[in-house]
Nanobody, 123 residues
Protein backbone atom coordinates (compact mmCIF):
# COMPACT_ATOMS: atom_id res chain seq x y z
CA UNK A 1 0.00 0.00 0.00
CA UNK A 2 1.42 3.39 -0.99
CA UNK A 3 0.74 6.62 0.86
CA UNK A 4 1.02 10.14 -0.52
CA UNK A 5 0.75 13.19 1.73
CA UNK A 6 -0.18 16.69 0.62
CA UNK A 7 -1.12 20.03 2.13
CA UNK A 8 2.02 21.16 3.92
CA UNK A 9 3.37 24.66 3.63
CA UNK A 10 4.58 27.82 5.33
CA UNK A 11 2.11 29.66 7.55
CA UNK A 12 2.12 32.14 10.40
CA UNK A 13 1.36 31.35 14.01
CA UNK A 14 -2.39 31.10 14.54
CA UNK A 15 -3.09 30.01 10.98
CA UNK A 16 -4.56 26.69 9.85
CA UNK A 17 -3.47 23.94 7.47
CA UNK A 18 -5.12 20.74 6.32
CA UNK A 19 -2.95 17.74 5.50
CA UNK A 20 -4.22 14.84 3.44
CA UNK A 21 -2.95 11.29 3.06
CA UNK A 22 -4.16 9.14 0.17
CA UNK A 23 -3.65 5.38 0.31
CA UNK A 24 -3.56 3.30 -2.85
CA UNK A 25 -3.02 -0.33 -3.76
CA UNK A 26 -4.63 -3.31 -5.41
CA UNK A 27 -6.92 -4.65 -2.72
CA UNK A 28 -6.60 -3.55 0.85
CA UNK A 29 -8.30 -2.40 4.00
CA UNK A 30 -7.00 0.31 6.32
CA UNK A 31 -7.54 -0.37 10.01
CA UNK A 32 -5.48 2.46 11.48
CA UNK A 33 -4.29 5.70 9.93
CA UNK A 34 -2.11 8.11 11.80
CA UNK A 35 0.05 11.18 11.61
CA UNK A 36 3.52 11.56 13.03
CA UNK A 37 5.98 14.42 12.87
CA UNK A 38 9.72 14.77 13.04
CA UNK A 39 12.14 17.61 13.50
CA UNK A 40 15.68 17.12 12.20
CA UNK A 41 17.82 15.67 14.94
CA UNK A 42 14.86 14.47 17.01
CA UNK A 43 12.83 11.28 17.18
CA UNK A 44 9.63 10.90 15.22
CA UNK A 45 6.67 11.93 17.40
CA UNK A 46 3.14 10.57 17.29
CA UNK A 47 0.49 13.22 16.60
CA UNK A 48 -2.88 11.56 16.03
CA UNK A 49 -4.50 8.27 15.09
CA UNK A 50 -7.86 7.23 13.71
CA UNK A 51 -8.82 3.60 14.23
CA UNK A 52 -11.57 1.58 12.60
CA UNK A 53 -14.06 0.47 15.24
CA UNK A 54 -17.36 -1.38 15.18
CA UNK A 55 -19.56 1.59 15.98
CA UNK A 56 -17.48 4.17 14.17
CA UNK A 57 -13.91 5.45 14.08
CA UNK A 58 -11.98 6.17 17.27
CA UNK A 59 -9.63 9.19 17.35
CA UNK A 60 -6.67 9.78 19.66
CA UNK A 61 -4.37 12.76 19.96
CA UNK A 62 -1.07 13.70 21.53
CA UNK A 63 -1.50 16.13 24.41
CA UNK A 64 0.44 18.80 22.55
CA UNK A 65 -2.16 18.98 19.76
CA UNK A 66 -5.39 18.14 21.58
CA UNK A 67 -8.05 20.77 20.95
CA UNK A 68 -6.18 22.19 17.95
CA UNK A 69 -5.82 19.25 15.53
CA UNK A 70 -8.56 17.00 14.18
CA UNK A 71 -7.99 13.72 12.36
CA UNK A 72 -10.65 12.33 10.04
CA UNK A 73 -11.00 10.12 7.02
CA UNK A 74 -13.34 9.94 4.08
CA UNK A 75 -16.22 7.53 3.61
CA UNK A 76 -14.07 5.22 1.47
CA UNK A 77 -11.58 5.21 4.35
CA UNK A 78 -8.56 5.34 2.06
CA UNK A 79 -7.82 9.03 2.62
CA UNK A 80 -7.08 10.58 5.99
CA UNK A 81 -6.93 14.26 6.84
CA UNK A 82 -5.34 16.26 9.62
CA UNK A 83 -6.95 19.64 10.19
CA UNK A 84 -4.47 21.78 12.10
CA UNK A 85 -5.78 24.98 13.67
CA UNK A 86 -4.09 27.63 15.79
CA UNK A 87 -0.68 26.48 14.61
CA UNK A 88 2.34 27.28 16.74
CA UNK A 89 6.03 27.56 15.81
CA UNK A 90 6.66 24.36 17.79
CA UNK A 91 4.40 22.52 15.32
CA UNK A 92 7.07 23.01 12.66
CA UNK A 93 8.18 19.58 11.43
CA UNK A 94 7.96 17.10 8.60
CA UNK A 95 4.60 15.34 8.95
CA UNK A 96 4.37 11.69 7.99
CA UNK A 97 1.29 9.60 7.36
CA UNK A 98 1.15 5.97 8.51
CA UNK A 99 -1.38 3.30 7.67
CA UNK A 100 -1.81 -0.22 8.95
CA UNK A 101 -4.23 -2.84 7.77
CA UNK A 102 -4.68 -5.84 5.54
CA UNK A 103 -3.86 -6.53 1.90
CA UNK A 104 -5.87 -9.26 0.14
CA UNK A 105 -3.79 -10.19 -2.93
CA UNK A 106 -1.91 -11.90 -1.35
CA UNK A 107 -3.34 -11.81 2.14
CA UNK A 108 -0.95 -10.09 4.51
CA UNK A 109 -0.79 -7.28 6.98
CA UNK A 110 0.91 -4.03 5.95
CA UNK A 111 2.44 -1.06 7.74
CA UNK A 112 3.16 1.77 5.30
CA UNK A 113 4.63 5.26 5.55
CA UNK A 114 4.35 8.27 3.29
CA UNK A 115 7.27 10.40 2.17
CA UNK A 116 6.40 13.29 4.46
CA UNK A 117 5.27 16.87 3.97
CA UNK A 118 6.92 19.93 5.51
CA UNK A 119 4.93 22.21 7.79
CA UNK A 120 6.63 25.44 8.83
CA UNK A 121 5.01 27.86 11.25
CA UNK A 122 6.62 31.27 11.63
CA UNK A 123 6.19 33.40 14.73
Amino acid sequence: VQLVESGGGLVQAGDSLRLSCAASGRSFRTDVMGWYRQVIGKQREWVATITRAGGGDSMDYAESVKGRFTISRDNGQSTAHLQMNNLKPQDTAVYFCNAKGMEFAPVRRYDSWGQGTQVTVSS
